[in-house]
C-alpha cells in the first residue's frame, strides 16, 4: 500500500491503485493496455478510462476493471 506520507517520500506524482483485489491475469491485462497509452503520451486519467472502456467492451467482468483508480496528479503526462 502506498501512503501519502510515503507516495511524497519517494516524490510520486500519479498511481494506480486498486480499490479491491484483482485475479493476477486480469490485472496483468489491464495493465498493459494501460502503460500503452501512459507511454503514448496519454494523461494517466484518460489512459485509465480508455483501458476501462476497452476491456469492458471485450466483455470483462466489472471486477476486472472498475476497481482502479488514479491517486495524486490525474492529468500527468509521462515524462512531463
Known sequence: RF??????????????VSLWPIYDNAAADFMIGFHA?????????????RQMVATRA??????????FTVVGDPGLV???
Not at 471485450?58 to 476497481?67: E, H, T
Open 78 to 80: 509521462l515524462g512531463s
Open 37 to 49: 497509452g501512459v507511454r503514448a503520451g496519454v494523461p494517466v486519467d484518460e489512459a485509465l478510462r
Open 3 to 16: 501512503s501519502a506520507p510515503v507516495r511524497s517520500q519517494v516524490r510520486v506524482r500519479s498511481v494506480v
Open 58 to 67: 471485450a466483455g470483462a467482468p466489472i471486477v476486472d476493471w472498475a476497481a
